[in-house]
């Protein structure tokens, strides 16, 4: 079966440090794959999907970015954090791209940016 | 523009009481609604998915219905138990998007 697997779990940085939120899935291949952010009281962002190695489209300029390095590998970077990216952040997967397919969330990464 | 909206924006019941959480949607051209259930802390897992033929759907004590005319759906929660605490995103999606709904906070209570 498939799983997937993200981490941290929570992470406390200050403002300026650099960031990396990884995410992996197993049991699948060529899969589909998305970092959302989630704010409290609102609906979840879609920041970055990719169908394919090195293959990164963004959704939200901002100061994040992403990087498929193998894959079922999904990584989300910043060289420098701002008070504004704290929240809570997840990886996805699905089978297929577009809208149409399941999508599979891993459990998420608390970012607090102080 | 796509959107979805949810309501209510919170609720509190009794365990063991039924509830109902709806979703109204503007996602045009549609390809399916999904409800989703996410524990806080947790990320987000799949209780129900329809297609615009489907009218109903159940997953134990939730039962999803469809009104693709009307643009609404909406989770019934039977016997609701402490577990059932959480909140229950709807999310349309399109033939190439997904809107996400903010979701409804559901909070069962002894």
């Known amino acids: 079966s498939q799983t997937i697997h993200q981490w941290p779990a929570t992470l406390v940085q200050p403002v300026g440090s650099p960031l990396s939120l990884e995410c992996t899935v197993e049991?699948?291949?060529?899969?589909?794959l998305y970092w959302y952010r989630q704010a409290a009281g609102r609906g979840l962002q879609l920041l970055f999907y990719?169908?394919?190695?090195?293959?990164i489209s963004s959704e939200v300029p901002q100061n994040l970015s992403a990087s498929r390095p193998q894959d079922r590998q999904f990584i989300l970077s910043s060289k420098k954090l701002l008070l504004s990216d704290s929240g809570f952040y997840l990886c996805a997967w699905s089978a297929t791209s577009g809208g149409a397919g399941e999508l599979f969330f891993g459990e998420g990464s608390r970012l607090t940016v102080l | 523009k796509n959107q979805v909206e949810q309501s209510p924006q919170s609720l509190i019941i009794l365990e063991g009481k039924n509830c109902t959480l709806q979703?109204?949607?503007?996602?045009?051209?549609?390809?399916?609604l999904r409800w989703y259930k996410q524990d806080t802390g947790r990320g987000p897992v799949s209780l129900t998915i329809?297609?615009?033929?489907?009218n109903t759907k159940s997953n134990g004590r939730y039962t999803a219905t469809l009104d693709a005319d009307t643009k609404q759906s909406s989770l019934h929660i039977t016997a609701s138990q402490l577990s059932d605490s959480a909140s229950y995103i709807c999310?349309?999606?399109?033939?190439?998007?997904?809107?996400f709904g903010k979701g409804t906070m559901l909070l069962v209570s002894p």
């Open positions: 329809m297609t615009f033929s489907e």
């Open positions: 990719s169908v394919g190695i090195g293959q």
């Open positions: 049991g699948t291949s060529n899969p589909n």
């Open positions: 979703c109204n949607y503007t996602v045009s051209p549609f390809s399916n």
């Open positions: 999310v349309v999606s399109g033939y190439s998007t997904l809107t």
